[in-house]
């Protein structure tokens, strides 16, 4: 087969460029020479930040570099007839206030939630003609325990335990993900207003320590210790461990023993979807849907949104203060504040003149950890895979299992380990761990009748190859050739049913949607860059040391995945500080 510069593999050997999906919509009006706020790049984040300043009466306008909306969350069509939620592919960590105020089920949001939700099957030799195990967990803890005790029944009984000190540790850092973090700056230099307003933010970590109560140590020790020293006090069985493992490393240059992983674990599972706590599903048209809709919310209260309108600089004044920006193409937009929807690296080190930023936040910026092990692989195939451990029915009809995020080399965390090991040698797994998920399984606008897309997510890829290599055409069709005969390992005949693939590793990843090294999260969710120390301490609240400059992306707390908290939050702080102005 031949392959495109991108990666994309077609059936017939030829190798077009990808369609690109343009949005329904169209930007309100005209292009205007002012606006009161600008934000940069119509990622979710900055889409709900723009959202929620119209909605206050902020005229706004968004400038998206690509034609289509969405940054990481969006739908693409790279294979025609198959739609591909090509970055960002599950939704769970979206917060219910944006939900309800931006009235997105209004504006044409529909989501399919998975139960059961999480499948890992075994590869077992020696078994003759036995199906091979599996491990299937969803909403109903009887038979979650049921699947559990196949491995271990002291782990079955433990189980409810688990799940219910987990969620009790997302219940108080819920709280947390609604509001700036505590604004060390102000404690440090403000007048005795901005230090009694900054005593303010200090409610929700007492509100955490409250619900945390006497188990605090416990707790403390999921956020800095590796998973694995967690999981191995709770469960004996390594299925169990490594599936629950997958949480905590997915998207993470770290390994299931690395200090401080639990953290990236709790990051998944605190999130939930009408009113289920936890669960994840699919957006009904892919990822896309989700940011048309919050789009939608924003233009019906007025908001511009523009694509193909690339954004060059931020403007400033000779007082230092924020002006506006400068498109590419030389023309100027005045604004009185910009919010930025791009990466910290890109906002600070790329759009704003040097001269106006201290140089030891410029050093922070720039040395700030963003590697990344995610390779995402979307395959069109024209039928389901058939696993051996849950083979298919008789129609080819989808089984609950179709529908879950399958964790395949995911048995044991000794795997997960190795894999890692790999990467950090600069090489692509070997064995990489892959999660593989099949929106169509519920959606069936995805693709055409009888046909799927699959979305393979899969690590560890190194940004820089060892000995020199480069990710160029041939180490991206080895690597998906790799990731491919692993599957087939699992679901045999997988390969035969490929119509076309779009491999995209980590410097793909940042070309295309501007997360730096490929990471999702814009930088890594250590706990070094975490909360008032996203992106860097004493500049956690959203603002920078240019006033007027703001960020709403993931690299601005609480961090990355689909959450649209960081861009509702640094909409609230622009509020307030345009009514001081």
């Known amino acids: 087969m031949a392959a495109s510069g991108l990666g994309l593999h077609r059936a017939l050997g030829s190798s077009p460029r990808p369609v690109w999906r343009r949005a329904h919509w169209e930007a309100r009006g005209r292009l205007k020479p002012e606006y009161d706020a600008v934000v940069i790049g119509a990622g979710h984040n900055g889409l709900v930040a723009a959202a929620y300043l119209q909605r206050l009466g902020v005229n706004t306008a968004v400038f998206e570099r690509r034609p289509v909306i969405g940054g990481a969350a969006v739908t693409e069509e790279i294979i025609p007839g198959f739609k591909f939620s090509r970055a960002s592919y599950l939704l769970s960590l979206l917060r219910p206030q944006i939900y309800t105020d931006l009235e997105l089920k209004k504006h044409g949001l529909k989501l399919h939630l998975r139960n059961p939700y999480s499948f890992t099957p075994m590869l077992e030799e020696g078994m003759g003609s036995k199906v091979p195990r599996s491990l299937l967990l969803g909403t109903d803890m009887a038979e979650n325990q049921k699947q559990i005790a196949q491995f271990s029944r002291k782990d079955a009984q433990a189980f409810p335990k688990y799940e219910a000190f987990m969620n009790r540790l997302a219940l108080a850092i819920d709280p947390l993900l609604d509001a700036a973090p505590v604004d060390l700056a102000a404690f440090q230099r403000g007048s005795l207003l901005q230090r009694l307003q900054a005593l303010s933010t200090l409610k929700p970590v007492l509100q955490a320590g409250r619900v945390l109560g006497a ?8 956020l800095t210790a590796p998973i694995t020293k967690v999981l191995d006090q709770w469960f004996e069985s390594e299925p169990l461990k490594a599936t629950l493992a997958t949480d905590a490393v997915i998207g993470a240059m770290t390994s299931p023993h690395t200090p401080g992983s639990g953290y990236v674990l709790l990051h998944h599972v605190m999130g939930g979807l009408e009113g289920v706590q936890g669960a994840w599903g699919y957006v009904q048209g892919g990822m896309g849907a989700l940011s048309d809709a919050i789009s939608s919310s924003a233009t019906a209260h007025g908001a511009s949104v523009f694509t193909e309108k690339t954004v060059a ?3 400033v004044s000779n007082k230092g203060r924020i002006q506006g920006v400068v498109l590419q193409d030389g023309s100027e937009v005045r604004s009185k504040v910009v919010l930025s929807n791009a990466s910290p690296q890109a906002t600070f080190l790329k759009l704003t003149p040097q001269e106006w930023l201290p140089k030891e936040f410029v050093e922070k910026i720039s040395q700030l950890d963003t590697k990344s092990p995610a390779t995402k692989i979307n395959v069109a195939v024209d039928r389901l895979p058939d696993f051996l451990a849950a083979p298919n029915a008789p129609g080819g009809q989808p089984l609950p299992h179709h529908q879950c995020s399958i964790h395949l080399n995911c048995e044991d965390t000794l795997l997960l380990h190795q894999a890692f090991e790999d990467a950090m040698e600069g090489l692509p797994s070997h064995r990489p761990m892959i999660e593989l998920c099949i929106p169509s399984s519920l959606d069936r606008t995805l ?6 897309v699959v979305s393979l997510f899969t690590q560890y890829t190194p940004y820089t190859l060892a000995g020199g290599k480069v990710w160029d055409e041939q180490e991206r069709s080895a690597y998906a050739d790799r990731v491919f005969d692993c599957i087939e390992a699992y ?20 070309r295309i949607f501007g997360l730096p090294g490929g990471n999702i999260f814009h930088c890594a969710m250590t706990l070094d860059q975490l909360y008032f120390a996203r992106p860097t301490p004493l500049h956690s609240s959203y ?21 649209g908290a960081a861009g509702r939050n640094a909409a609230h702080v622009v509020f307030r500080d345009l009514k001081s102005m």
């Open 543 to 563: 603002r920078c040391p240019l006033q007027g400059l703001y960020l709403c992306g993931s690299g601005a707390h609480p961090g990355g995945g689909v959450m």
């Open 491 to 510: 679901a045999p005949g997988f390969k035969g049913s490929v119509v076309g693939r779009d491999i995209l590793t980590p410097p793909d990843l940042e």
């Open 215 to 222: 188990q605090l140590p416990q707790y403390y020790q999921v």
């Open 447 to 452: 693709a055409p009748p009888g046909c799927h």
């Open 313 to 315: 600089a931020v403007l």
